[in-house]
């Protein structure tokens, strides 16, 4: 009787506690915190954004295997977990402006991860829709030195432009398509060569794609630093 009544409670605590929480895994347009906000035929643009203190459901992760450009517009503490480790790991503090590129078409990374920080994690993500480079040429714009290259990858070229107010930067063409992703917002003015001149008003964490045999001079009309991130495509 007592083994009976022994065997008879631990089958009631396995049915109180129910079964074990089944793990989700997602790819990545689907996780939570991963917003779409663009697509085309090149790219999914995503928009990433954990506020303080958030983290992702224990069970639920999310894989990356498209080759992917990423921006950091605004700086946070980031713990992350594989898929199969046992715990999120160490914080790592990500920098305002950090400019990454990962291919993940060569080795998929599934995870998820914990904002730990007193700032949001928002990170601007372009992942590669086209397996493969070849289509197009990027411009160097090296003869430009505003613009300061970030990334040669096999897939995108990527430059950093900084403009203080009152500061310009002498005429570029795009030769590929590609993306401008804002940092530091403000105002800016574009020339072109036939003279005509258009404003922008440019916000943090705002993107614009752009078509390529544009040519294009910016200069900083407002009173606060600018810092814009563009690629184009291979």
Same mark, same amino acid.
Request: hydrophobic residues 40%.
């Given at each position: 009787?007592?083994?009976?009544?022994?065997?008879?409670?631990?089958?009631?605590?396995?049915?109180?506690?129910?079964?074990?929480?089944?793990?989700?895994?997602?790819?990545?347009?689907?996780?939570?915190?991963?917003?779409?906000?663009?697509?085309?035929?090149?790219?999914?643009?995503?928009?990433?954004?954990?506020?303080?203190?958030?983290?992702?459901?224990?069970?639920?992760?999310?894989?990356?295997?498209?080759?992917?450009?990423?921006?950091?517009?605004? !700086?946070?503490?980031?713990?992350?977990? +594989?898929?199969?480790? =046992?715990?999120? &790991?160490?914080?790592?503090? $990500?920098? @305002?402006? *950090?400019?990454?590129?990962?291919?993940?078409?060569?080795?998929?990374?599934?995870?998820?991860?914990?904002?730990?920080?007193?700032? !949001?994690?928002?990170?601007?993500?372009? +992942?590669?829709?086209? =397996?493969?480079? &070849?289509?197009?040429?990027? $411009?160097? @714009?090296? *003869?430009?030195?505003?613009?300061?290259?970030?990334?040669?990858?096999?897939?995108?070229?990527?430059?950093?432009?900084?403009?203080?107010?009152?500061?310009?930067?002498?005429?570029?063409?795009?030769?590929?398509?590609?993306?401008?992703?804002?940092?530091?917002?403000?105002?800016?003015?574009?020339?072109?060569?036939?003279?005509?001149?258009?404003?922008?008003?440019?916000?943090?964490?705002?993107?614009?794609?752009?078509?390529?045999?544009?040519?294009?001079?910016?200069?900083?009309?407002?009173?606060?630093?600018?810092?814009?991130?563009?690629?184009?495509?291979?």
């Amino acid at each position: 009787m007592r083994l009976l009544l022994t065997a008879s409670l631990m089958a009631c605590a396995v049915t109180l506690a129910g079964p074990a929480a089944a793990e989700t895994v997602l790819p990545v347009e689907k996780a939570p915190y991963h917003r779409p906000v663009f697509r085309n035929d090149f790219v999914l643009l995503l928009s990433v954004y954990l506020p303080p203190g958030a983290t992702y459901n224990p069970e639920v992760y999310h894989t990356h295997s498209l080759d992917q450009v990423s921006v950091l517009v605004e !700086a946070a503490d980031m713990r992350n977990q +594989a898929h199969g480790a =046992p715990e999120l &790991g160490p914080a790592r503090r $990500g920098e @305002r402006g *950090n400019v990454g590129y990962t291919e993940f078409s060569k080795k998929a990374q599934t995870h998820r991860g914990q904002n730990v920080g007193p700032t !949001a994690f928002h990170n601007v993500v372009a +992942a590669l829709l086209q =397996p493969q480079s &070849g289509r197009f040429t990027p $411009g160097s @714009r090296a *003869n430009v030195a505003a613009y300061q290259q970030v990334v040669d990858s096999p897939r995108v070229r990527a430059w950093r432009l900084k403009l203080d107010p009152g500061q310009s930067a002498a005429a570029i063409t795009q030769s590929a398509p590609g993306m401008r992703i804002v940092v530091d917002g403000g105002i800016i003015s574009e020339t072109a060569p036939d003279g005509f001149e258009r404003g922008w008003g440019l916000r943090m964490g705002e993107f614009f794609w752009q078509e390529p045999g544009a040519t294009r001079a910016v200069k900083n009309t407002g009173t606060t630093p600018i810092t814009i991130v563009e690629f184009e495509l291979k």
